[in-house]
Structures are given as C-alpha cells and as structure tokens.
C-alpha cells in the first residue's frame, strides 16, 4: 500500500474506532457519526460487508446528504435472507475502501461488518492492520464487525462493545430500545436509527435533553433531512458530582420532559428519540416512575428510543432492548478532546 495522504481543511486528526456487537445485531452508530460529519460538510463513505434491517433506506439517506455520503453495498448479493458475500465483490469493494482511506478523499471510512470476512479469512487481517497503519493522517477509520483480533483491538484509539439484552420481547407491539453505557456510540446510535428509518418513511423525533441549543453537526445535517425533526433543549454540561448546583439544569430538563410527552402522545411520529433521557433521570432531574409510566402509556405505533449512559433499571426492565455501549478503550484518557463532526 502506497499512503497519498492529502491533507484535509476539515479535519486535522482522524481516529481509528472500532465497534463490536458479538450478539451480531447490527450497530448503527456508523450511519449516525456520518450524518453528524455531513453537518460540517465532512464526506463519508460507508462500505458494507454484512446486511442489516434498514438497508432499504440507504439510497434515499445518501441522497438527501448528497455529496456528504456515499453508501457501497457492492459486496453483498441477495438480501438478508440470502446474506452471502460475493468473495470477488467483497475483496473489491474492500480495495476500493482501501484507496479512499489512503487517499484521503474522505474524511470518514467507514467498514461496516468487515471483521466477519477478516475473521474468515477472506480479507487477511494484515491488510487491516496495514490500512491502520497507513491510512491518511486525517481520515477517521471505523471497522465494525462480532468481534475483533487483539492486533486489530491493540492498534485501535477506541474500542466499545455493544451488547445486548431482550428484557420484555413481547410486551409492546412497538419496540422500545434503551441505549445506555459508558462507551462512546450512544447518541449516534440513536441518530444513524433516526437517518435510516425516516428514510424508509418512517417520520421522526429526536429530542435533546441535557445538550446545550448549538449548532452540533447533526443539528445542522437534519436541516437537510425531509423525514427528521430534531430539537434542543438542555443546557449543557451537569456537574456530575453536584447536579443541583444550577437549577437551570432541572428546569430545563422539566422543560424537556412535558415537550416530550407532547410528542409521544401525538402519535405524529413513528420513531420518537429522547437522547441523554438517562442521564436527566440518573440526576433526578426526572423521577424514573415518570419514564416508566411513559413506557406503559405511550401510542403502540410510537417506535422509542431512551439515550444516554445511568439507565435504571426499573425502565430498562420494561424496554424490548436493551443496547449497552461497554467501553474498552477511549482516547479521551490518552488526552483527545472532542472534535468537531466527530463528536459534536
């Protein structure tokens, strides 16, 4: 591999990520950090190696952020039913992703399922580990897939596990997912659901919670988005240590919580996301019995999604699943900061 390195006005350091899932359900973090870098006009590609239950609204999703994103699901034939890999078309589509990351002609290479072929040698680990090495010095490399090498885990700035429990599969005839943990893909997540989902039709709302109303990347990347509607209304970061030393905090999550209702009980939208919802409970900002008294009430066409790290456990018994970001590794230990249209 030969490393073009074009530098990038957008971007100064790009990260390597790597995301696990060994249930195999599918992690749409990817799909949501994507659609957060389109709101600062940074371009992502996105090469897929195994199917997932939203693949029908990818073509409409790349369109609507169109030049942004660039979706290529040429390794796989049939449909989910048939999930083979065509081994040229895998090998292509991965040399291809390959000369993107080295050239730098995006800013995000996304290689969404490729530790299944690595991990059955169709695609040898050492070019993984090589395209880590030489990948363009800003371009953001996320490798997902069950599970990870230990030489791939090692090289990687960021690892989460996503794992995941079914507490109550019958219960609601409309799914209600918890999204919690301490690792790193909570909200996007939550975002890459939302993109994909209103894409297939589907209308949705993300309300934030905790966050601060600023212009974060998603806020801007939804503008472009017929299907989504996104709201903020939290107002920023909570002393963890003394949540209740501004009660600006409380109030607005108070706020929040009756705009949430609102949109719940309206049955306007088939997927509602109440990001960092958590978070706002773990402060008693909003007592749990509230949340669960939602879970119960809540329109049986209304998809919910509750984000953010501290869930409790009187909610999450009630959801149809339950997602756990775990964290493996992170570099904000190592000293890196947030970036913009990465994480906000």
Sequence with gaps: MKNKKI???????GLIQVYTSPSGKANFAPFGLALRASGYGLRSLITR????????????????LAPNLVIDASALKGSKKDPGMVGGAAKEAF??????????????????????????????????????????????????????????MGK??????????????NEHQSPIEVVTGKGKGKTTYCLGKALLMSSMGVPAFILQVIKSPRLYGEVMAIE??????????????????????????KKAAREAWERAKEIVFSSRYGLVVLDEINIAVNYGFIHPDEVRNLLLKKPKGVHLMLGGRYAKT???????????????????????GARKGIEF
């Design 156 to 169: 990687a700035d960021l690892v989460t596990e996503m794992a995941v429990q079914a507490p109550s599969p």
């Design 95 to 152: 040399q291809s992703a390959v000369e993107a990351a080295l050239s730098g002609t995006y800013d995000l290479v996304v290689l969404d399922g490729v530790l299944e072929p690595v991990s059955n040698g169709l695609i040898p680990v050492n070019e993984i580990l090589e395209l880590m090495r030489e990948k363009a010095a800003h371009v953001e490399l996320l490798l997902t897939g069950s599970e990870a090498s230990d030489g791939i």
């Design 49 to 64: 190696f195994v199917h997932h239950d939203l693949e029908g609204g990818e073509k409409t999703a790349a369109a609507s």
């Design 314 to 336: 009187d909610v999450m018994k009630h959801a149809t699943v339950v997602m756990e970001m775990k964290e493996v590794k992170h570099p904000f230990k190592n000293g890196i």
């Design 224 to 249: 472009n988005l017929p299907m989504v509607e996104i709201e903020t209304m939290g107002e920023g970061f909570v002393d963890k240590e003394n949540p209740d030393a501004d009660p600006n905090h």
């Design 7 to 13: 530098s990038s006005t957008n971007q100064e350091t």
